[in-house]
T-cell receptor, first 113, second 111 residues
Framework: NAGVTQTPKFQVLKTGQSMTLQCAQD?????MYWYRQDPGMGLRLIYYSASEGTTDKGEVPNGYNVSRLNKREFSLRLESAAPSQTSVYFC????????????FGQGTRLTVV | GESVGLHLPTLSVQEGDNSIINCAYSNSASDYFIWYKQESGKGPQFIID?????DKRQGQRVTVLLNKTVKHLSLQIAATQPGDSAVYFCAETPTGNQFYFGTGTSLTVIP
């Protein structure tokens, strides 16, 4: 039972480069999320997808785009990476609706130099 | 934006003692709260949740207390073990779509 799988686990980018973080879940969850975690701060929501075919901005969407490819997969794209996007990125999923916990992946540690 | 804060950034306890981790939230409309545990190099893991129509909920060695009057949440861990060493986050949601996380409390268990 894999749960939520993120790739890659580590990545170093140069300023201005682009990349896509991949996320897949095998729990048949409707909702998926992308968070970033910075030192001394909690997780902040970048984008979420309440269901297949929909995406919405979270707290910190600037500089990112997302694609809900299908029910299982939700990708996060950085079109032109900036040092301020150095962070640990977590993908999560949950069943649809209120009062349901989110399950997290292991994270992607991204460094932009 | 939302404000979810923790009273103490670090906490050290002796093995076998009880631990209490506190959290303050600001949105009175939040109706669902979760405590997560995050071990080094891993993603957050669900510990326990509580809905706003409850004051207390117990799990295995953990208890969450919710005081809506003062918008305060706490996590109690009984008989703390070395494996409990981690960062603990509270999270709240007023909508069910966006969870707002606190900054985390680092718990260290001293053998």
């Amino acid at each position: 039972n894999a749960g939520v799988t993120q790739t890659p686990k580590f990545q170093v980018l140069k300023t201005g480069q682009s990349m896509t973080l991949q996320c897949a879940q095998d729990m048949n969850h409707n909702s998926m999320y992308w968070y970033r975690q910075d030192p001394g701060m909690g997780l902040r929501l970048i984008y979420y997808s309440a269901s297949e075919g929909t995406t919405d901005k979270g707290e910190v969407p600037n500089g990112y785009n997302v694609s809900r490819l299908n029910k299982r997969e939700f990708s996060l794209r950085l079109e032109s990476a900036a040092p301020s996007q150095t962070s640990v990125y977590f993908c999560a999923s949950s069943t649809q609706g209120l009062n349901t916990e989110a399950f997290f992946g292991q994270g992607t540690r991204l460094t932009v130099v | 934006g939302e404000s979810v804060g923790l009273h103490l950034p670090t906490l050290s306890v002796q093995e076998g003692d009880n631990s209490i981790i506190n959290c303050a939230y600001s949105n009175s409309a939040s109706d669902y709260f979760i405590w997560y545990k995050q071990e080094s190099g891993k993603g957050p893991q669900f510990i326990i949740d509580i809905r706003s129509n409850m004051d207390k909920r117990q799990g295995q060695r953990v208890t969450v207390l919710l005081n809506k009057t003062v918008k305060h949440l706490s996590l109690q861990i009984a008989a703390t073990q070395p494996g409990d060493s981690a960062v603990y986050f509270c999270a709240e949601t007023p909508t069910g779509n966006q969870f707002y996380f606190g900054t985390g409390t680092s718990l260290t268990v001293i053998p």
